[in-house]
């Protein structure tokens, strides 16, 4: 069984820049799609990032409108991690972000079985 286990959130100013980890363990999960989401007390969780399995292609990464151009999702296979490098922060950024795996790619949070715990963003203004 797969366990995913994030870190890096935390407090920081409009602007700022914070990276977050997702470590899994239990087997490889390289040929996995992972994927960020994130949310809020009283909304649905939404995707924020996601990145196919090492099977796919290399320039196939996803991510929401409103992280575009701010928000970088990486692999590093070979820790079984992946990462989400977020910067030029906003208030609306603030959220609980959790790590999640598949087998197959969906921006659906109902198709992902396994998920971490999730780890709180906060972006002052």
């Known amino acids: 069984q797969v366990r995913l286990t994030e870190s890096g959130g935390g407090l920081v100013q409009a602007g700022g820049s914070l990276r977050l980890s997702c470590t899994a363990s239990?087997?490889?999960?390289?040929?996995?799609?992972m994927a960020w989401f994130r949310q809020v007390p009283g909304k649905e969780r939404e995707f924020v990032a996601g990145?196919?399995?090492?099977?796919?292609?290399?320039?196939?990464?996803y991510y929401r409108d409103s992280v575009k151009g701010r928000f970088t999702i990486s692999r590093d296979s070979a820790k079984n991690a992946v990462y989400l490098q977020m910067n030029m922060l906003k208030p609306e950024d603030t959220a609980v972000y959790y790590c999640a795996t598949n087998s197959v790619f969906s921006k659906m949070a109902f198709a992902y079985s396994i998920w971490g715990q999730g780890t709180q963003v906060t972006v002052s203004s």
């Open positions: 990145i196919p399995g090492i099977s796919w292609s290399a320039d196939s990464v």
């Open positions: 239990g087997r490889t999960v390289s040929s996995n799609t």
